[in-house]
């Protein structure tokens, strides 16, 4: 069974500063990777998807590297913004169905 | 077009209540989720319904009965509900083949009095 583990549970940085956020996974023949976005009482927005066949996946100022070997998974936010405040998760499948496994997820909070 | 949406958005009701939460993607997706989140926790599977088929029920009490009338639906039927069933409702979908990236709704906040 997959397992999925974020670490710090929650981080507090300055505006402007870049923010890294990890994921670690016990299962290495991960299937893909999903990091999430989420705002309080809001649902989940897919920042990220990186495929098993990957190293990283960029979206603007986020890029999110995979290291299967490991088991970790990292998701980079360059200059960050208060309107980057929100909890992340990771998830991955458990081998190959429907289910995800969530990490416990890392709050962020971007101070002005 | 990359939304799920969720009806209602909040929702209260008694122990002795019939309601229903309802989920819709016109995505194509042919694998729809619900989900249950609480505070400060990740979400937890509920069910899944995979080419309007239920292929995963994660041992949930049967107070919650769920039902896919079409590919592009999904509904939560809740009947004598407790107070610990309150919580973030969420629900997801994904293509259904080989591809399992989610896609969720808002969610409805369901608070159980």
């Known amino acids: 069974k997959q397992e999925v583990t974020q670490i710090p549970a929650a981080l507090s940085v300055p505006e402007g500063e870049n923010l890294v956020l990890n994921c670690s996974f016990t299962?290495?023949?991960?299937?893909?990777l999903q990091w999430f976005r989420q705002d309080p009482g809001k649902g989940l927005t897919s920042l990220l998807l990186?495929?098993?066949?990957?190293r990283e996946q960029t979206s603007g100022r986020l890029n999110a590297s995979l290291d299967k070997s490991s088991g970790r998974s990292t998701l980079y936010i360059a200059a960050s913004q208060p309107g980057d405040s929100a909890t992340y998760l990771c998830?991955?499948?458990?081998?190959?169905?429907?289910?995800?496994?969530f990490g416990a997820g890392t709050t962020v909070t971007v101070r002005a | 077009d990359t939304e799920v949406t969720q009806t209602p958005k909040h929702l209260v009701m008694g122990m002795t209540n019939k309601k229903s939460l309802k989920c819709e993607q016109h995505?194509?997706?042919?694998?729809m989720y619900w989900y249950k989140q609480k505070a400060k926790k990740p979400p937890e599977l509920m069910f899944v319904?995979?080419?309007?088929?239920?292929?995963i029920n994660e041992s949930v009490p049967s107070r919650f009965s769920p039902e896919c009338p079409n590919s592009s639906l999904l509904n939560l039927h809740l009947h004598a509900l407790q107070p610990e069933d309150s919580a973030l409702y969420l629900c997801?979908?994904?293509?259904?083949?080989?591809?399992?990236?989610?896609?969720f709704g808002p969610g409805t906040r369901l608070t159980v009095t």
């Open positions: 997801a979908s994904s293509r259904g083949d080989d591809s399992y990236e989610q896609y």
């Open positions: 299962d290495s023949a991960i299937y893909n």
């Open positions: 990186i495929q098993s066949s990957q």
């Open positions: 998830a991955a499948p458990t081998s190959n169905d429907y289910k995800l496994s």
């Open positions: 995505m194509g997706h042919r694998a």
């Open positions: 319904y995979s080419y309007e088929k239920l292929s």
